[in-house]
């Protein structure tokens, strides 16, 4: 008898195996995933709620908006450098947890004042400043630590299975946010968000990958070496390019992310409920262009979408001020449609980019290359923040988002007018992850 020929394996089984779910790394890319995850709904939650208190209990004008989103991303300004030359020399899981707990204790904060009736704007200021240095360690450890948990073939995968939670935490969170304001108020809504950072804090405690403390023998003064992470992305030109574009799209962001909550709720009218719905509707956007990432990019290019991925949504920008005058229903339709379109272009942009410079640097100066960019980066935003909250008290809440929807279009120039267009993918030569593997698991 002819034995019978072996099966060829099935689609389901190939995508199995050469895809993260079925990697070795993956059991460990899980727990960060869904660590990640819980954490990114409670935030979505929170994203409306912090403002929403200082609006609707503290009573709160465009200056102070425009001060506590300032506060809230200072820290990119203050200590955005140092931070990735010390999480180059710490254990990135350890600095993740750290981040996850002081977070959720900064927060707790805020619920326990207002019970206590001790509750004030500067308070709010202070814990979104400490939420907000506590992010910037966390991002910077947690953008170098994807590498060393998956295989450079896996990295933008991974990064798109990330930008899913991240998307799907935008659908449900910020809806859900605003019918839990209007059901229990702002303050015990906030609890919700320090709940998930110490529920995030459980799963990375759960990852058995322990990366390596970096050798003190090697280690030089604290100045060199943030010189070195900035040299590194201002002598690249192609990381130039992109940080310029993400770093101007986020200074005029900020001016209309800043007034957006005091815009909606005192301009519009359209309420917390329909403030939440209208973000909540808008970011599908954003889980449709995380779910579209990855095969947009296998298909056109990591290149070209990074220097066309913004394309789309500078229209949709005008949407937000067009918004004025119309009808509640009218209103909050606009602001959805807005937010989607444009969160389309953004996910898919910054998966495409992030993997992109992720492999173009070498591991040793991950930390200072993502802590140089955030620098630039976000530490527009504060900038941002603050010009937004003093052009709409001289001027206007529209005259100030109108600036915000002039200068992202402008921001889009440098990758659009850059070798990004034409170039598919990263070149091989300059992948410095193309042949290493993440450390076995113990």
């Known amino acids: 008898m002819i034995p ?13 195996r050469t895809s993260l779910v079925g990697h070795p790394a993956g059991r460990d890319f899980r727990q960060l995933w869904i660590g990640d995850t819980i954490s990114q709904v409670g935030t979505q939650i929170g994203t409306i709620a912090l403002p929403l208190l200082a609006v609707s209990v503290l009573g709160a004008d465009e200056f102070e908006m425009g001060l506590l989103a300032t506060f809230e991303h200072l820290a990119f300004l203050v200590v955005g450098l140092p931070a990735g030359a010390w999480v180059d020399r710490m254990r990135k899981r350890n600095v993740l947890i750290a981040g996850d707990l002081v977070r959720g204790a900064a927060l707790l904060s805020l619920p326990l004042a ?16 400490v939420i907000g240095v506590a992010t910037v360690f966390f991002d910077v450890a947690y953008q170098s630590y994807l590498p060393s948990l998956v295989p450079s073939s896996l990295i933008s995968e991974g990064n798109a299975k990330l930008q899913v939670s991240h998307s799907v935490a935008q659908v449900a ?6 019918v839990l304001v209007r ?10 968000d320090a709940v998930s950072f110490l529920a995030s804090a459980v799963f990375i405690l759960r990852i058995r990958h322990r990366d390596e403390r970096a050798s003190g023998h090697d280690r030089r003064a604290l100045h060199v070496e943030i010189g070195e992470g900035l040299a590194f992305v201002f002598r690249q030109p192609l990381l130039r390019r992109i940080v310029a574009t993400t770093g101007a799209s986020n200074l005029f962001g900020g001016i209309s992310n800043a007034l957006l909550v005091l815009y909606a709720i005192r301009d519009l009218g359209v309420g917390e409920a329909g403030l939440g719905l209208a973000l909540s509707v808008g970011a599908i956007g954003g889980l449709a262009g995380a779910l579209l990432a990855g095969p947009l990019i296998r298909l056109v290019g990591e290149g070209r979408t990074i220097a066309l991925a913004l394309l ?4 949709a920008l005008a949407l937000v001020p067009l918004a004025a005058g119309h009808s509640r229903p009218v209103a909050i339709a606009m602001l959805a449609a807005s937010t989607a379109v444009v969160g389309v272009g953004i996910v898919v942009y910054n998966v495409a980019q992030v993997s992109f410079r992720q492999r173009l640097c070498p591991r040793r100066l991950l930390g200072r290359m993502n802590a140089s960019v955030r620098f630039v980066v976000w530490g527009t935003m504060p900038v941002g923040a603050f010009l937004g909250g003093v052009i709409g008290s001289e001027y206007g809440v529209l005259t100030a988002l109108w600036v915000g929807v002039a200068g992202q279009a ?8 850059s070798p990004l267009v034409r170039m598919r993918d990263l070149p091989r030569h300059l992948d410095e992850h193309a042949d290493a593997e993440p450390a076995p698991q113990s």
Do not use: D, H, N, Q
């Open 4 to 16: 019978a020929e072996p099966a060829a394996p099935s689609r389901l089984s190939r995508w199995y």
């Open 114 to 129: 207002w019970l206590a009736g001790v509750l004030t704007f500067p308070l709010v200021l202070a814990v979104a400043t």
């Open 173 to 178: 969170g910020p809806g859900l946010g605003g």
């Open 183 to 192: 059901a229990l108020g702002a303050p015990l809504v906030i609890l919700v």
């Open 312 to 315: 789309p949504g500078l229209p």
């Open 410 to 417: 402008l921001g889009a120039l440098p990758v659009l007018l």
